[in-house]
């Protein structure tokens, strides 16, 4: 029996990511690169980046961590805080390509480079397994942050699409039902004098589209004119 209800289908709400299951899959990604590491197997990392592939073209139902996870620890530890599952297969997509690097520098003869790869592999995917710091969803991010809202539209949200803005300052949060840091940022927002305007990127992903929302939580405060006065989140 689940220890708790599940607000989200692990097979099927996949835009969406327990935290616990994200570390999970990077703790067996860090020992398997530090066993090829250490003992010169590169068959290891070539399994661990042909699972990685799997899972990201397959999907979670092909990826071994994650049936581990959701199949036997999630049921009887409980679901995790959610997140926006598009970081952790960055990372993922990152751990793929740097471990099939590793076995391929291997099999040529650059044994030292291999291990080099390897070990940083190992040592990347130990640290967010354990600490919670993701290299590759940190990069993510950073490009999130960058390109900000999409350039066409990067200072403006248009007003047409927020029927709420009506003359007045206001907030503007891309969300997501399922998402934990979004509901954070709606107790918190909900205190300000500045009314609050959600658009649910699965009910409208038109304008997720168009103003190029690459990660949720994503938050601004915009001006009457819809301009974008900030980037809070």
């Known amino acids: 029996m689940e220890a708790t209800v599940r607000t989200a289908d692990p097979w099927r709400d996949t835009d969406v990511l327990d935290k616990r299951a994200a570390r999970f899959a990077q703790g067996v990604t860090g020992l398997v690169a530090l ?4 003992f010169g197997w590169p068959l290891a990392w070539a399994l661990m980046s042909a699972q990685l592939l799997l899972g990201l073209t397959v999907g979670r139902r092909f990826c071994l961590p994650c049936l581990a996870y959701f199949l036997l620890i ?8 959610l997140e926006d599952s598009r970081p952790p297969r960055l990372a993922n ?3 793929f390509v ?4 590793a076995a391929a520098l291997w099999w040529q003869g650059a044994e030292a480079a291999a291990i080099a790869v390897g ?3 190992a040592f990347l995917a130990l640290l967010s397994a354990s600490t919670g710091f993701c290299a590759g969803c940190e990069i993510y991010r950073l490009s999130a942050r960058l390109r900000g809202i999409s350039p066409r539209h990067r200072d403006r949200i248009d007003p047409a699409d927020l029927p709420g ?5 206001a907030h503007v949060e891309f969300t997501h039902p399922l998402c934990a ?3 954070e940022w709606e107790q918190r927002l909900a205190a300000q004098p500045e009314p609050l305007l959600t658009v649910d990127v699965r009910e409208r992903p038109d304008l997720a589209r168009k103003y190029g929302i690459a990660v949720v939580p994503t938050v601004f405060a915009v001006g009457p004119d819809g301009s974008v006065l900030d980037r809070l989140a």
């Open 181 to 183: 840091d979004c509901r």
């Open 119 to 121: 070990g940083l592999v």
């Open 165 to 169: 803005l009506d003359g007045g300052p």
């Open 74 to 81: 999630q049921p009887r530890y409980g679901e995790g805080p």
């Open 93 to 95: 997509a990152i751990g």
């Open 35 to 38: 066993a090829g590491a250490v």
């Open 98 to 101: 740097f471990l099939g690097g």
